[in-house]
């Protein structure tokens, strides 16, 4: 591939495509970032309600049948997700343009926040209390 400098193997892109990529790749990182601050927030409430929960039960009835584990696997996947989300969508769009970066990072948003979601609901109905 020749570019416009005539040099091969790079392409100059306009000074417009670049900033709006990183405008791209800046609101993708915020709102990924955000999902993942959930995500370990998430973590916090659910381990500290489970041992919450296994003390009072080994301190009243004894019950250690009714103990509950912490979903250590789940929770962390929780956190993994947004992080991967936006790694893979960088690395595809890495070469792409404008317009091919605005949908993969769309789709990894809606990909991640689909996969978040079900985790939220998820690892509750785990639990049981």
Do not use: C
């Not at 405008?23 to 500290?48: E, F, H, I, R």
């Not at 936006?86 to 070469?95: L, P, Q, Y």
């Amino acid at each position: 591939m020749t570019a416009v400098d005539g040099r091969t193997g790079r392409l100059r892109r306009s000074r417009g495509e670049v900033v709006g990529r990183i405008v791209v790749w800046a609101v993708a990182a915020v709102l990924l970032a955000y999902m993942t601050v959930q995500s370990v927030g998430n973590l916090v409430t659910v381990s500290q309600s489970v041992h919450e929960f296994n003390r009072f039960i080994g301190t009243t009835s004894g019950g250690d049948s009714l103990r509950r584990a912490v979903p250590w696997v789940w929770l962390v996947l929780d956190i993994v997700i947004a992080p991967l989300a936006f790694a893979v969508a960088w690395w595809v769009t890495r070469r792409a343009t404008l317009a091919v970066t605005a949908a993969v990072f769309l789709l990894a948003f809606a990909a991640a926040g689909a996969l978040w979601l079900d985790l939220q609901l998820f690892v509750p109905r785990l639990l049981d209390f």
